[in-house]
């Protein structure tokens, strides 16, 4: 969008510039087309990088196909109902908008103690995939889950699961 506000933009001064022949194109001999190319390129460059970071790509998840991954998956290890206490894992009631390490009575690792993050769609979307490299040193002894889809399902669980 910028980028197209900005090409805009620089079509407008081209034509109004006295290089201009009066054609609707990108002159690079003209002086604002030089001066907004860099700037261009970068806005360009920073819209893909934008693009590809954006976990905007968390598909759709469904809770019900969650609750079945839960079950098989996580559940020998966490407990997710309120006051169900501590298995291998913490319990995971409450899990979203909460930092890690804050379960009263879990010994946690230094590790998932200090990662200092904030659990959220996009957080457990990251650390499903590869809990060992989104917090190394953390004792969870899970390889993760590698389909997107498996993971957008368990996080609309947990959406759902650990706050009812
Ligand atoms: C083999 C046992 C095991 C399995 C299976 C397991 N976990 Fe864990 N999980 C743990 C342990 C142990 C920790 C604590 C890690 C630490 O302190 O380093 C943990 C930590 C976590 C945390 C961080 C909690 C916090 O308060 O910071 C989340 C989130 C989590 N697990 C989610 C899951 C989900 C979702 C699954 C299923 C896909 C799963 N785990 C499967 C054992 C397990």
């Not at 980028?3 to 054609?23: E, N």
């Not at 934008?50 to 609750?67: E, W, Y």
């Not at 989104?134 to 959406?159: E, H, Q, S, V, W």
Request: charged content about 25%.
């Amino acid at each position: 969008m910028s980028y197209l506000m900005l090409r805009l933009l620089c079509i407008q001064q081209d034509a109004q510039s006295p290089l201009s022949t009066g054609r609707l194109t990108f002159r690079y001999d003209n002086r604002i087309g030089k001066l907004f190319f860099p700037f261009f390129f970068l806005l360009l460059l920073l819209h893909y990088y934008n693009c590809l970071n954006q976990n905007g790509d968390i598909p759709k998840g469904d809770s019900t196909k969650g609750a079945k991954l839960f079950k098989t998956r996580c559940s020998q290890c966490h407990k997710i109902e309120a006051g169900a206490g501590n298995g291998i894992g913490p319990n995971l009631h409450g899990l979203i908008g909460r930092k890690t390490g804050q379960v009263e009575g879990y010994d946690y690792t230094e590790a998932n103690k200090s990662k200092g993050i904030t659990w959220t769609d996009e957080t457990l979307f990251e650390y499903l995939e590869k809990p060992k490299a989104y917090i190394p040193g953390t004792k969870m002894a899970f390889a993760g889950l590698k389909k997107k889809n498996d993971r957008a399902d368990l996080i609309a669980y947990l959406n759902e699961a650990a706050t009812s």
